[in-house]
Nanobody, 115 residues
Framework: PAPLVESGGGSVQSGGSLRLSCAAS????MAWFKEREGVASIDSGG??RYADGVKGRFTITQDKSANRLILEMSSLKPEDTATYYC??????????????????WGQGTRVTVSS
């Protein structure tokens, strides 16, 4: 599969929004991690899972036409500040938000939320 390449990080104030994007194709299970902490995952059937701390604020989607994995982040808090990584695997999802189960990782994109 093609390498994972993230984009869309940046600096926002608390309460703001950001949209992260990851070029990803050829994978069956994909996810976003905050450092090594699982944030959200999506499988090939479109089933999503979220960490408790982001439910209702973050949305993970897959744009299959553009081969991109998207993370819409809203109501951002200073504690959301971190480097976010796109991760994927060619096998069906099993552990969803467990980093050890993902083989492929992007280079990361930095998100900074100021109070």
């Amino acid at each position: 599969p093609a390498p994972l390449v993230e984009s869309g990080g940046g600096s926002v104030q608390s309460g703001g929004s950001l949209r992260l994007s990851c070029a990803a194709s050829g994978y069956q299970c994909m996810a976003w991690f905050k450092e090594r902490e699982g944030v959200a995952s999506i499988d090939s059937g479109g089933t999503t899972r979220y960490a408790d701390g982001v439910k209702g604020r973050f949305t993970i989607t897959q744009d299959k036409s553009a081969n991109r994995l998207i993370l819409e982040m809203s109501s951002l808090k200073p504690e959301d500040t971190a480097t976010y990584y796109c991760a994927a695997d060619i096998y069906p999802c099993t552990g969803y938000l467990q980093p050890v189960l993902y083989t492929y990782w992007g280079q990361g994109t930095r998100v900074t939320v100021s109070s």
